[in-house]
Every structure is written in C-alpha cells, then in structure tokens.
C-alpha cells in the first residue's frame, strides 16, 4: 500500500496494489480524504504507483470501474479520472461486478 500523509503526519490519501499476473498490477482499492480532494493528490498516487510497478519490471496497471453503459455521477467521475492519467479503456466485463453493474477494465501501459 502506498500512501499520501499531510503535513501534520495523517493519511489523507492511499492506493493499494495487487499483482494479477507477472505483467501486470491492478489498483485494488484507492481513495483521498475528502477535505484533500482536487488537489492532485490522486494523481500524485496514481504517478507513484506507475513508478513503483515500472520498477518491478512490471508493463501493466489496470484498474477496473463502472462501465459507462451504467448511468451513474460517482463512477462518471471516476471513469473521468482514470482518462486523466492515461487509462485506456480496454474490456467491458457485463456481469464481473453484477448483472446490473458491468465491469470496464482499464490499463495504464
């Protein structure tokens, strides 16, 4: 897990990774408190970890949301977000989460 402390020392950030092969590391879980959302704070995470699975001779990070076939303002932001730091879409999984959430795996080469 990697993390993102504020001055005084409190996690105001975090991403966990979780190796899904020997190519690639997926981004488990990851958020920023929201009092420290808009800062760049979740780019900040997403650059380190980008760093941290280059350096493990890692080629891929994949992250998997919501697809946009679900209309939905939380995971619009979200999906909106990983296109900001160059996830690419790459497959919409229809029943990986559930029937009525389909799945849109990301990578980031």
């Known amino acids: ?3 993102c402390l504020a001055p005084d020392g409190t996690t105001i950030g975090c991403v966990s990774l979780k190796p899904t092969s020997e ?3 997926e981004i488990h879980v990851m ?6 959302q808009r800062m ?3 780019r900040a995470l997403i650059k380190t ?21 679900k209309s939905d303002e ?28 389909p799945c849109l795996s990301r990578i980031h080469l």
Not at 31 to 36: A, E, L
Not at 49 to 69: G, N, P
Not at 75 to 98: G, H, K, N, T, Y
């Open 49 to 69: 970890a980008t760093e941290h699975v280059a350096s493990q001779d890692t080629r891929f990070l994949t992250v998997k949301a919501i697809a946009a076939s």
């Open 74 to 101: 939380y995971w619009a932001a979200i999906r909106a977000s990983c296109e900001s730091v160059d996830f690419l879409p790459v497959e919409e999984f229809p029943a990986l989460c559930s029937s009525s959430d």
């Open 23 to 25: 190519f690639a590391v």
């Open 40 to 42: 760049g704070i979740g």
């Open 1 to 3: 897990m990697l993390a």
């Open 31 to 36: 958020g920023v408190t929201d009092s420290w």
